[in-house]
Nanobody, 119 residues
Framework: QVQLVESGGGLVEPGGSLRLSCAASGFTFSNYFMSWYRQAPGKERELVAG????????NYADSVKGRFTISRDNAKNTVYLQMNSLKPEDTAVYYC????????????WGQGTQVTVSS
């Protein structure tokens, strides 16, 4: 079955960096667009970044452009989110997602990893 496992979250001071990882299994990773979302307390889940199957095309939320970088390693079935110049408003639970369309379209999510930016 499809499984997504995020890791790499933690507590970091403003201006610091973190690298999140999402290990995927149960599907042909290299065929699918992958994305990172985040959800802060009391707010809706929002798209942070996405990356095409071969990794050549990426997109970012305006709030993270120039600070975050999404990448993937198809040999390791893993997608990454490098987060630099972190701000308190980046505090959230970060999730990776894959949308798989077979008989029906279904979104699969990981369990999330907490990122807290605070001094």
């Amino acid at each position: 079955q499809v499984q997504l496992v995020e890791s790499g979250g933690g507590l970091v001071e403003p201006g610091g960096s973190l690298r999140l990882s999402c290990a995927a299994s149960g599907f042909t990773f290299s065929n699918y667009f992958m994305s990172w979302y985040r959800q802060a307390p009391g707010k809706e889940r929002e798209l942070v970044a996405g990356i095409a199957s071969a990794g050549r095309s990426t997109n970012y939320a305006d709030s993270v452009k120039g600070r975050f970088t999404i990448s993937r390693d198809n040999a390791k079935n893993t997608v990454y989110l490098q987060m630099n110049s972190l701000k308190p408003e980046d505090t959230a639970v970060y999730y990776c997602k894959v949308r798989i369309a077979l008989i029906s379209i279904r979104d699969y999510w990981g369990q999330g990893t907490q990122v807290t930016v605070s001094s």
